[in-house]
């Protein structure tokens, strides 16, 4: 992946975490998420529109509606949530941070990738980091609570999200794909926030963070993410997320001031080194190749 693009999708990536938590503090999250889908799916079918893309039928097309909802309405249905009811946004950047190691686990299963001694060791520490970064708040309500939980589901449908788009969805444009991504995705957010409170406690504030969260987490970030997924491969871009928690940490720190406790920067480390041991050595090479479109050329478990 090209350090132009990894570093654009990096930041825009980890600006939608403070972002959001700015958004539903201001507006209920369901009602974030409905302005948020719907408009990004209206400019970017707009967009695809324009340039005569080719949109997917029949089974392809049920495949990228699974996608969209994996990767974007449960992932962000229940950050937001998770937001909500208070987690820290850097908390929720850096437990989502293992989606390199659930990724590997999915694509050994659903791709036949080697599940390698590294990946083991990379699957024991993210399991490690992110009881780092949850210790504090484990202490506080004295167990696993419900956030954690909403935290714990999005890591795994952003994984499962980018494993199934690649498995399935890879031929399809991306400006297609991200389109009816976010438009399928407005149904359920819809659903769930007429059965619950809709509240408003800052108009202006609302306005403004939710404009941001379309602009650059819905049309940039995510369309950046899907694009990326499609030319590199899940597992390439899973490696972005050894970086996002930290660039996620320091614009939460500058924009909500949320500093961080002394177990998310554990978490924060052990979680970098896990990602890093995942990714890293000739596994992690053969892997990326392959991911990129090379499957066949490469013995999973093998040098290269």
């Known amino acids: 992946m090209p350090l132009r693009t990894a570093s654009t999708l990096t930041f825009f990536y980890a600006l939608g975490y403070p972002i959001g938590a700015l958004a539903v503090s201001a507006m209920s999250p369901m009602a974030v998420l409905v302005f948020r889908f719907g408009v990004a799916g209206a400019i970017l079918s707009g967009w695809a529109v324009a340039a005569r893309v080719s949109w997917p039928t029949g089974r392809t097309l049920v495949h990228v509606l699974v996608s969209g909802l994996l990767a974007q309405g449960v992932l962000f249905g229940c950050l937001y949530l998770a937001l909500l009811h208070g987690a820290p946004a850097v908390l929720g950047a850096v437990i989502i941070s293992m989606n390199p190691v659930v990724t590997a ?3 050994a299963a659903f791709l036949g990738e080697g599940l390698t001694w590294r990946r083991v060791g990379a699957l024991t520490l993210g399991v490690l980091a992110v009881l780092l970064a949850c210790a504090g708040r484990l202490v506080m309500v004295g167990g696993v609570d419900p956030v954690v939980l909403l935290l714990l589901v999005s890591l795994v449908s952003v994984a499962a ?12 444009d991306f400006r297609a794909t991200a389109a009816l991504q976010n438009v399928v995705c407005v149904v359920p957010v819809a659903l769930l926030a007429a059965t619950l409170p809709f509240t408003v406690t800052n108009p202006w504030k609302a306005a403004g963070a939710v404009a941001a969260v379309v602009l650059s987490n819905a049309l940039l970030g995510m369309t950046l993410y899907v694009r990326a997924v499609n030319d590199h491969g899940a597992a390439a871009v899973a490696m972005l997320f050894s970086v996002i928690p930290a660039v996620a940490g320091l614009l939460s720190w500058v924009m909500l001031g949320q500093r961080p406790d002394v177990g998310i920067v554990a978490g924060l480390a052990v979680g970098a080194v896990a990602c890093w041991l995942n990714v890293s050595g000739p596994a992690g090479r053969s892997e990326v190749t392959r991911d990129s479109g090379q499957q066949g050329q490469h013995d999973p478990g093998g040098d290269g």
């Not at 999200?161 to 399809?172: A, D, K, N, P």
Request: hydrophobic content about 40%.
């Open 105 to 107: 686990l999915l694509a």
């Open 161 to 172: 999200g980018g494993v199934y788009q690649q498995r399935f969805c890879s031929g399809v």
